[in-house]
């Protein structure tokens, strides 16, 4: 449940994004955003009396990990994405995240094992992403998509640093402290490589910036890291594909962004091979690789 209320909260993020982007550079919205995330994920530590649990050494590891893979590397090429593609797209094209999952947590590092199902379930959602992916009329390759797929490889890793983390502190322990160290680096990023947004720009943005915070980045990320800790993080990736349709509703309704026939039937192989992917094996199911 939390997994899917997590998932639910989560399709607004490309709409809430894409909307700070009226006023704000993208790497200053992931900045701003994510710091706000860590001033919420700090009051959670001192309500719950959580700070003494940042002194357990065993958890930095996988906290900084994580906090390098999603906190800056997932975040920032996602937020650098949707500065340039639609908030359907990015959405559709964060599902490549579940094929990602499956490869590197199945086949590379053998960490959930690896069915005949899984290669072809893999190959609908490349297919599905590369049907997003064609040049609409003459604009050619949109960055922005490219830039998300890339995004989503880095995610699988970061998930299962952040699992392992949770072993040993709490959800709030992990984030403060991955949205504090990412929030600062994303900043210094923008503030090297963007144009600076004067008092005006920040204070338009606001009310975007606060629900990125507090709500996505905060709320729904507490719901995803206790998820993660209780069901396999392949399992949980697939649960949240729900995310694009609600996505491409609020991008309709919010954004006035009427979805592309190919955005559609991107659907239909990606749904195959969320099926494929996610279907419990039968018990004549012949596993690749377990060990």
Same mark, same amino acid.
């Given at each position: +449940?939390?997994?899917?209320?997590?998932?639910?909260?989560?399709?607004?993020?490309? /709409?809430?994004?894409?909307?700070?982007?009226?006023t704000?550079?993208p790497?200053?919205? *992931?900045?701003?955003s994510?710091?706000?995330?860590?001033?919420?994920?700090?009051? +959670?530590?001192t309500?719950?009396?959580?700070?003494?649990?940042?002194?357990?050494?065993?958890?930095?590891?996988?906290?900084?990990?994580?906090?390098?893979?999603?906190?800056?590397?997932?975040?920032?090429?996602?937020?650098?994405?949707?500065?340039?593609?639609?908030?359907?797209?990015?959405?559709?094209?964060?599902l490549?995240? /579940? !094929? !990602?999952?499956?490869?590197?947590?199945g086949?590379?590092?053998?960490?959930?094992?690896?069915?005949?199902?899984? +290669?072809?379930?893999?190959?609908?959602?490349?297919?599905?992403?590369?049907?997003?992916?064609?040049?609409?009329?003459?604009?050619?390759?949109?960055?922005?998509?490219?830039?998300?797929? *890339?995004?989503?490889?880095?995610?699988?890793?970061?998930?299962?640093?952040?699992?392992?983390?949770?072993?040993?502190?709490t959800?709030?322990?992990?984030?403060?402290?991955?949205?504090?160290v990412?929030?600062?680096?994303?900043?210094l990023?923008?503030?090297?490589?963007?144009?600076?947004?004067?008092?005006?720009?920040?204070?338009?943005?606001?009310?975007?910036?606060?629900?990125?915070?507090?709500?996505?980045?905060?709320?729904?990320?507490?719901?995803?890291?206790?998820?993660?800790?209780?069901?396999?993080?392949?399992k949980?990736?697939s649960?949240?594909?729900?995310?694009?349709? !609600?996505?491409?509703?609020?991008?309709?309704?919010?954004?006035?962004?009427?979805?592309s026939?190919?955005?559609?039937?991107?659907?239909?192989?990606?749904?195959?091979?969320?099926?494929?992917?996610?279907?419990?094996?039968?018990?004549?199911?012949?596993?690749?690789?377990?060990d």
């Amino acid at each position: +449940m939390s997994i899917l209320l997590s998932a639910l909260l989560w399709s607004t993020f490309p /709409v809430v994004t894409i909307l700070s982007f009226g006023t704000l550079a993208p790497l200053f919205s *992931a900045g701003v955003s994510t710091l706000l995330a860590g001033a919420f994920f700090a009051a +959670m530590l001192t309500w719950k009396h959580e700070w003494p649990l940042l002194l357990k050494r065993a958890a930095w590891r996988d906290i900084l990990q994580t906090t390098l893979l999603i906190g800056v590397i997932f975040c920032g090429l996602m937020f650098i994405g949707l500065k340039h593609t639609s908030a359907g797209n990015g959405a559709i094209l964060s599902l490549m995240e /579940v !094929f !990602f999952s499956f490869v590197i947590l199945g086949a590379i590092t053998r960490h959930e094992p690896l069915l005949p199902r899984t +290669m072809i379930g893999g190959a609908c959602m490349v297919f599905g992403a590369l049907l997003v992916l064609i040049p609409q009329g003459t604009g050619g390759w949109q960055s922005g998509d490219l830039l998300i797929i *890339a995004a989503t490889a880095f995610a699988p890793l970061g998930n299962r640093a952040t699992q392992r983390a949770r072993k040993i502190v709490t959800a709030n322990v992990i984030m403060f402290v991955r949205s504090v160290v990412s929030g600062c680096f994303l900043l210094l990023l923008a503030w090297l490589f963007e144009p600076h947004p004067d008092a005006d720009a920040f204070f338009s943005a606001l009310t975007y910036l606060l629900l990125n915070g507090i709500l996505l980045l905060g709320c729904s990320k507490i719901l995803w890291v206790e998820g993660i800790h209780r069901i396999p993080i392949t399992k949980a990736i697939s649960i949240e594909a729900v995310t694009p349709l !609600f996505t491409l509703l609020v991008a309709w309704l919010v954004l006035f962004e009427t979805p592309s026939i190919l955005q559609v039937t991107s659907l239909v192989p990606i749904a195959a091979g969320m099926w494929l992917l996610t279907k419990s094996p039968g018990a004549s199911a012949k596993v690749l690789s377990t060990d």
